[in-house]
């Protein structure tokens, strides 16, 4: 253990462990709680108190309950966009990476248009028109993502497939496929990995822009419309009710996305050091 | 449609930035640095921050905020005070028959000095016939209009003949707001027009800002308007996220008072307020056409006991409301029949119609206000009694327009004015001949269902002038409707606005609208 925290895992350890205790704290929330996340089961805006942790929102449903499933929902979300966009992003900057030419060329145009356009504005416009489907609003944020981590992905693929042992490989007749597989893949995944992850926080944060903005499901118990519809009871600010129902959701996504952020930053520094 | 409706907005703001840029608008009449009439404040602001159009009668929102701002740039024939119609710009009217004669005030003017005349308002009619207006009191350029012809008599007198005359007419003549003809009659397309003098109107107020992204509006006192004095040299609509907080910062000079705050606020001597009991309500709409399984009353019956109503009252409405009644017309209205069936919540007896029907709606809803809280109620309720219900939610013109083209099977809308007296609401609501004629929200009925007996009634109370006659024929429409359910009733939401006395107490409350920032005389000396 000392060891690792010498050779600087330590800090992404403690990151892990909070997440760990995050997830654990929710999952007993979405599990084990007794109260449910859409069904009213306590009186209308009732302060913290044993019957409910966190309280009730105006329609009487119980705070944890829904903090609980938003951090599953804000979760999944994010694990699915950073899937998406290590798929997406890994796969394309792979192969403008290793062919070159032409391939390279359209790949990086791509990048470049896509590293262009700013994210939120273009976001909250698709998603006015199309963004209550939550497969959408992931393939919509994963579309915005993918290009850093292609571009990425491309440079150290470009490097790697220069060296000795990929260039005899080569030479002795082995294909595209199998010098990707064997040789690159193992070089490349980190850098897929860690721009992947990056993405996890980025996502959670723009659904719950999308969310506050009122572009997602209306009914979804998500963090970004629990913060939407508490800011927006009128005078929350001259009641009490801001302490449980408004600084409840918003503490959650700070300490989500604050781990995340930081555990794929120290990823980073960790497994890719003097390489990007 | 919507994608259309949302480019054209688009492209509707781009211009009206245009226009900003190109200086459109009409002068301000009167400037900071002049000397004011004894009373008049130097500006009164009011919460903004959403976009109700551009304030010409083509080009304003259909709802409430959006004509109110209109009619400070227009002026109309009549006005309404506490108590009945007074002149506007007409000093005088006398009725024969079906001719109602109008005398204009002396004086009268359009905003860039041209007189006001008679020839006006007979062009203002023809071209509201050929471009029925947003706010559309004459039915122009529909089946439904009014008006039979008109004849100028002379420069300042006009005489309208109706086809039949009832006892709305004199103000429906008196409501339609009055075109400048010097601008107008070279204009083709209304709808989208913002050239030269798009914004001089007839009316007490200039509109020297607009912004519409930012929902900013300012209007400017008119020097020597003919129908009085205005109580603030400017009015600005400011942009606020919390209008509370602007409020207390001294940033606007009225505002809603939420219910749970309101005895906090009652303990300040220096704040008035303003009541609108029961005058926002809440109905959910059944597309039959889309629906049709809802044709059969027992499901529309059972709706009813499904829905927990007296919880968006407590929950949503922080208990400042009532359970809506099914006949429509509020409780508290000097119309309202207490013979309407009442439905009370039983989620059982809804089960035991509706579980077994295998039924599946999409419930439509704006995503403001607490839209989406009551939706969220209907559909926990809905599902409880085993209708599988999605909500989808827009911003409120959206899902106007959705609910006025027929794009919904269950539709959630809510607005003010239900407590309108009298409540001639009914007609453009449930009468066959009458509903979803435009975006108003009191035009919004119920889409494929006709029903003869309704019809008759809606209609046939405009040509009762007597009173009590009147009012029995309300009050049995109203128990028509509970025991027919055209559509379902929600709730009731009283309201208080408060001001502060010291900054200005004039604000007012016609005999037939409660908001009183959204009426003319709030804004005029008294």
Known sequence: MGKAIRGGWGPILILCAGLLALTAFFAWGALAWPCSPTQPSGASLEAPGAAHWLGTDDLGIDIYAQLSQGFFASMSLGLACGALTGLIGGGLGMLAGYKGGGVQAAVDLAVQVFLAVPQLPVLIVLGAFWGQDRRLVIGLIAAFSWAPVAKQTAAKTRSAAHRTYVQAARSWGANSWYILKNHLAAEVLPVVLVGALAVVGKAILQESALAYLGLSDPTAKSWGLMINRASRFAGIYFTDYWKWWLAAPVAALMLTILFTRLLARRLEQRLLEGDV | MKFVSRLFSAAAALLILASLAAGCFAAPAASAGESRPDGQVEVLRLEGGTDWGAPTPFQCQSRGPGTAKMELVYASLLEKDETGDIGWLAESWTVDGKDYTFTLRQGAAFQDGEPLTADDVAFTIDYYNAHPPVSNPLAAGTDACILEGYTVVDERTITLTVKAPDGDTLTSLGSFEILPRHVWESVEDPYTYTGEGWLTGSGA????????????????????????????????????????????????????????????????????????????????????????????????????????????????????????????????????????????YDPEAARAVLADKN???????????????????????????????????????????????????????????????????????????????????????PIGYENAEITALAEGQRTETDFEARKAMFQQLQVLISREIPLIVIANQSSYSMYRKDCYDGWMKTYAYQQAEQNRLSYMLR
């Open chain 2, 205 to 344: 107020w200039a509109c020297t800002a607009y912004d519409g992204p930012t929902g900013s509006y300012e209007f400017t006192a008119v020097n020597d308007f003919c129908a009085g004095t205005q109580a603030a040299a400017r009015i600005q609509f400011v942009p606020a996220s919390d209008a509370l907080l602007a409020f207390e910062n001294g940033e606007i000079d009225i505002t809603g008072v939420p219910a749970d705050l309101l005895d906090r606020y009652r303990a300040d001597e220096s704040l008035g307020f303003v009541e609108k009991a029961d005058d926002t309500g809440y109905k959910l709409l059944i597309n039959f056409d889309e629906c049709p399984e809802f044709l059969d009353i027992a499901l529309r019956q059972a709706v009813y006991a499904a829905l927990d109503r007296q919880a968006v009252v407590d929950k949503v409405f922080r208990g400042a409301g009532s359970v809506g009644s099914a006949g429509y017309v509020p409780r508290s209205s000097l119309y309202y029949s207490p013979d309407c069936v009442e439905y009370p």
């Open chain 2, 359 to 445: 039924l599946s709606v999409t419930l439509l809803a704006a995503d403001s206000g607490s839209d989406v809280a009551i939706a969220e109620l209907i559909q926990l309720d809905l599902e409880a009694a085993g209708v599988a219900v999605t909500v989808e939610s827009y911003d409120s013109a959206t899902r106007d327009s959705m609910v006025n083209g027929g794009d919904y099977q269950f539709a959630l809308v809510g607005n003010g004015g239900w407590g309108n007296n009298p409540p001639t609401y009914l007609r453009t609501i449930f009468s066959d001949v009458s509903k979803n004629q435009g975006g108003n929200p009191h035009s919004m009925g």
